[in-house]
């Protein structure tokens, strides 16, 4: 059947209609294209389909860049400009905000992008040890191993140590019992750590790890995690070899980001977002909450008295402590935990980032009843940032300021910014 694409939605798909009215989600397309698909799946309220041609492609069409594209889940919009894809994801977050938090954005959504390709300077794939030994990342709609031997989103650095392993794993020099390993790369993309994960620690990693170190002298250190059965994403830190910690610079700040923390993944764009967050907001005392390592709360350290940074990792809390400037107290607590601890406190901002997952219902609560006078919301997922600014609204905040920092480019991943005041 012909369908005519109205718009891209979040998750990457474009949305067209049945003659039913129903609504059918396709990967791989743009708003305005005409094309012949054939669905694959139906339920009683949507459909799924996959395109079999474009017949009236967009304007904005491109060549991909990669050769694992549509196979690969890790882009989505490498068919489409980057100018586009912009535009895509300033409708997707506006209309996201209007669907979740009543919120009618009329102003401009504030763009921050940068160079759209080797961004990433943190990359994990998967691994296959043995005869028909891969490296690679996700199919699409899988959990199938797809080998991948270069990959355009990620850095130079990453892509030689990419090579590296696909050239030791041939060679029979990888041991088995390896199952994914994380590349991380400083901010001059000369220095990498490297995070691998095994199921049960087997034996002759220590000597894996000094001969990665001798084959490309850039990877200062290795670490090595146990994967706790039954427990997803819980992976314990057994073995290191050489420095496991990056020195990643920000501005005139360098950060120590340990293997197991969190950093931003754009090599390109972490000063902008940094100063996007902080702003030139000063005063008495400021929150960092979900801290990391401190990258903003170094920041606002430069114009608030005194800066309260709560982080519950304790890997991030470490960090945290280490890179903190005399006016920065770091915590380690929960968000949830810390905040009944600081009604008294009156700061005049803060600031908050959680994971995907968002604030959440109570911790919104818990920061409404601060009646603090600015707050500013950094999220990596639309419907839980607009979720939680709903509340906020309903408590007497208003939104000052949207934008939009491009963090993941080629991807339907939106990252924002909201500065809100009451």
Known sequence: MNLTIEK????????????DGKAVFLPFV?????????????KSSFARATVDQVLKPSAHRAEPRCPYFA??????YQHGGYAEQLEAKRAILKETLLRHAKLEWKNDIITHS?????????????????????????????????????????????????????????????PAGISEIEFFADHADTKMVLEIYTAAGPPGMQEFGSALQARMPEIKG?????????????????????????????????????????????RYMTRELVQTVAGDFHGKIALDLFAGVGLFASHLSKRFDQVFAVESSVVAAADLQANAQKNVVPVRSTTEGFLPRCLNMQPELVVVDPPRAGLGHKSTQLLAALRVKRIVYVSCDPATLARDVRLLLETGYHVEEVHMVDLFPQTFHIESVVRLAR
């Open 8 to 19: 891209l939605i979040y998750g990457g798909d474009g949305l067209a209609r049945l003659p």
């Open 30 to 42: 743009l708003p305005g294209e005409e094309v012949s698909a054939t669905i694959v799946k139906e």
């Open 71 to 76: 196979s690969c889940g890790g882009c989505h």
């Open 114 to 174: 940068a160079e759209p390709w080797n961004y990433r300077n943190r990359a994990r794939m998967k691994v296959n040890v043995g005869p028909d030994f891969a490296l690679g990342y996700h199919r699409l709609a899988s959990h199938d191993l797809l080998p991948v031997k270069q990959c355009p989103i990620s850095s130079p650095l990453i892509n030689r140590a990419v090579q590296l392993l696909w050239e030791m794993g041939e060679s029979g020099k990888v």
């Open 222 to 266: 290795v670490a090595f995690f146990t994967e706790t059965a039954g427990a997803s994403g819980v992976a314990s830190l057994k073995e290191m070899v050489g420095n496991t910690a990056l020195m990643y610079q920000v501005g005139e700040k360098s950060f120590r980001v340990s293997a197991g923390s969190f950093f931003q993944t754009n």
